[in-house]
């Protein structure tokens, strides 16, 4: 994967946060489906996605927005499949561990019980500690929304920095 400039990587940021901010003001358009494939599209069309759809098509967004590559975070190449279990494995395999409390725009959270036992994702879209960064969540029919680090009743099992942006 070749390293993208500072200025690429703050571009790809922008287009997350611009996308995750336009799905969370259009919560009409999405609905929660866990269904596989899911499809990639432009923001203003309608999608039927679940938490780890939604993570890909962001990072899906800001490679057509910025022109830059982005590998799926889903570590299925933007063919539509893949599931938060496929996240985990891939960020494991490919992703940095994000510093604790120093979240960066398209810091991806994983919740579950354990590294196997995944059940939820979210995206970083604006950057922060605890306290002071919004993540964006598709985890049910009234998403996507804004939401804090520590919402999810599930514990964290991590939070990943995706390699391009590392």
């Not at 039927?48 to 899906?60: H, M, N, P, R, T």
Request: glycine share 8%; net charge positive.
């Amino acid at each position: 994967m070749p390293l993208l400039t500072p200025t690429q990587k703050l571009r790809i940021r922008k287009a997350i946060s611009a996308y995750c901010l336009h799905a969370e003001a259009n919560q009409l358009l999405f609905h929660y489906s866990q269904q596989r494939p899911f499809h990639y599209r432009e923001p203003n069309v309608t999608q039927y996605l679940d938490c780890s759809g939604y993570v890909s098509v962001a990072y899906w967004h800001a490679m057509h927005e910025t022109g830059c590559f982005l590998a799926d975070p889903l570590g299925m190449k933007m063919t539509g499949w893949g599931w938060t279990g496929s996240e985990i494995a891939w960020l494991r395999a490919h992703g940095k561990p994000a510093p604790a409390g120093k979240w960066l725009v398209g810091d991806l959270v994983l919740y579950g019980h354990s590294v196997s036992a995944t059940v939820h994702t979210a995206i970083c879209r604006t950057a922060g500690d605890d306290r002071t960064s919004w993540w964006s969540s598709n985890g049910n029919e009234h998403a996507p929304q804004p939401v804090r680090i520590g919402y999810h009743p599930d514990p964290i099992v991590g939070v990943y920095r995706h390699p391009a942006l590392a």
